[in-house]
């Protein structure tokens, strides 16, 4: 009975749409920024492995450029002016 009052009523029917699609916008938001969130975990763990001695080597300099890229890089949405 549920299904018909669903099918019966508009309005309800494109609340549950807007909602499942916010669900699943949500889900897939966090999906992404967890497979973003990997490589500046690893990176950042292998620069940072050895802090205490202050030298790195020239691969940890470079994973280093690439994190900073990463981190604080300009967003390709700005217009320069």
């Known amino acids: 009975?549920?299904?018909?009052f669903l099918k019966n009523t508009p309005l309800l029917?494109?609340?549950?749409e807007v909602g499942y699609a916010m669900?699943?916008?949500?889900?897939?938001s966090v999906l992404v920024?967890?497979?973003f969130a990997f490589p500046v975990?690893?990176?950042?763990?292998?620069?940072?492995?050895n802090f205490t001695q202050?030298?790195?080597n020239v691969f940890q300099a470079w994973a280093l450029n690439v994190l900073a890229g990463i981190l604080f890089?300009?967003?390709?949405?700005?217009?320069?002016r």
């Open 73 to 80: 890089g300009k967003n390709s949405g700005e217009k320069e």
């Open 54 to 56: 202050l030298q790195i």
């Open 1 to 4: 009975m549920s299904m018909k």
């Open 23 to 28: 669900l699943v916008i949500v889900i897939l």
């Open 33 to 35: 920024g967890l497979i």
């Open 41 to 49: 975990m690893w990176l950042w763990n292998y620069i940072f492995k």
């Open 13 to 16: 029917r494109r609340v549950f």
